[in-house]
Nanobody, 118 residues
């Protein structure tokens, strides 16, 4: 089973761009059939899937965030990255990366609290 670890800022101002990185260990992110996801949980609300990148580099996004979201990968570093532009206080949440092949959400990172405040 792979291990995932998020890293990134904890505090942003409105209109800034959030960049989070998920480092993967235990297997290559290009190994067949892995999907790598970003999920968030706003305070007091449920989990929201944001998007994913496949082992082959194909990306998928939830329509409501597609215009502000970009997921990319660096195969040399074995990590994948989330960028969310023009953040507002409504983007305050715990952000998780998750991945797997037999189960796309089989492994999760520890979560990264992101607060957007002026």
């Amino acid at each position: 089973q792979v291990q995932l670890r998020e890293s990134g800022p904890g505090l942003l101002k409105p209109s800034q761009t959030l960049t989070l990185t998920c480092a993967v260990s235990g297997d290559a992110i290009t190994t067949n059939y892995y999907y790598w996801n970003w999920i968030r949980q706003p305070p007091g609300k449920g989990l929201e899937w944001m998007g994913a990148i496949s082992y082959s580099g194909i990306t998928h996004y939830i329509p409501s965030l597609k215009s502000r979201t970009s997921i990319s990968r660096d195969t040399s570093k074995n990590h994948f990255t989330l960028q969310l532009s023009s953040v507002t206080p409504e983007d305050t949440a715990v952000y998780y990366c998750a991945g797997g092949n037999t189960s796309p959400f089989g492994s999760w990172g520890q979560g990264n609290q992101v607060t957007v405040s002026s």
